[in-house]
T-cell receptor, first 115, second 120 residues
Framework: DAGVIQSPRHEVTEMGQEVTLRCKPI?????LFWYRQTMMRGLELLIY????????DSGMPEDRFSAKMPNASFSTLKIQPSEPRDSAVYFC?????????????FGPGTRLTVT | AQKVTQAQTEISVVEKEDVTLDCVYE???????LFWYKQPPSGELVFLIR??????QNEISGRYSWNFQKSTSSFNFTITASQVVDSAVYFC?????????????????FGKGTKLSVKP
């Protein structure tokens, strides 16, 4: 089975531009998570969904960030407008609520550079 | 508040040495899960192990072993006879049980990671 798929793998954009990151979770998983990894703050949760519904978005840094999950196989994380401090690696992860299967499986990440 | 502390920022060993990565956690709940993930230089996060708070048995998987001690809130990871391919950043993480959401997990709280360098 395919793992979590993220696109693009690398994104370079200029400050002020809109950036959209995409994620396809593992089929059958009903939890989807967006994380951000920086040297300063490490890995931090931005938002997570259960059955396409946002459950906890307290980690979203500010209104410039938004996330959607229109169906069970697709999610987006959008930054508008982007700023240099948004430069980071963004990971998407998915997991199943089945007992004994709580581990999250991560995608390869999107490395975002905002100049 | 939930917290995961990995006090060792970087560790360097020579191949075939044993190495232990420390993890200390804080949580108010009696039901929780602990995880270890590996992040090799290529950048992806690889799941290694999950432990629930009711299972304090140590676990061994090949050269990897994990020691879970609730009394000291620790979940340490040992690599025996380390190899160059073990070089990576290792993250310990905590997930609290979330009965509000049908008894499923909450989000993962990660430690800052320990960078392990294994030299030939």
């Amino acid at each position: 089975d395919a793992g979590v798929i993220q696109s693009p793998r690398h994104e370079v954009t200029e400050m002020g531009q809109e950036v959209t990151l995409r994620c396809k979770p593992i089929s059958g998983h009903d939890y989807l998570f967006w994380y951000r990894q920086t040297m300063m703050r490490g890995l931090e949760l931005l938002i997570y969904f259960n059955n396409n519904v946002p459950i906890d978005d307290s980690g979203m840094p500010e209104d410039r960030f938004s996330a959607k999950m229109p169906n069970a196989s697709f999610s987006t994380l959008k930054i508008q407008p982007s700023e240099p401090r948004d430069s980071a690696v963004y990971f998407c992860a998915s997991s199943s609520r089945d007992p004994g299967s709580y581990e999250q499986y991560f995608g390869p990440g999107t490395r975002l550079t905002v100049t | 508040a939930q917290k995961v502390t990995q006090a060792q920022t970087e560790i360097s060993v020579v191949e075939k040495e044993d190495v232990t990565l420390d993890c200390v956690y804080e949580t108010r709940d009696t039901t929780y899960y602990l995880f270890w993930y590996k992040q090799p230089p290529s950048g992806e996060l690889v799941f290694l192990i999950r432990r629930n708070s009711f299972d304090e048995q140590n676990e061994i998987s090949g050269r990897y072993s994990w020691n879970f001690q609730k009394s000291t809130s620790s979940f340490n990871f040992t690599i025996t006879a380390s190899q160059v391919v073990d070089s990576a950043v290792y993250f310990c993480a905590l997930s609290e049980f979330s009965p509000h959401y049908g008894g499923s997990q909450g989000n993962l709280i990660f430690g800052k990671g320990t960078k392990l360098s294994v030299k030939p």
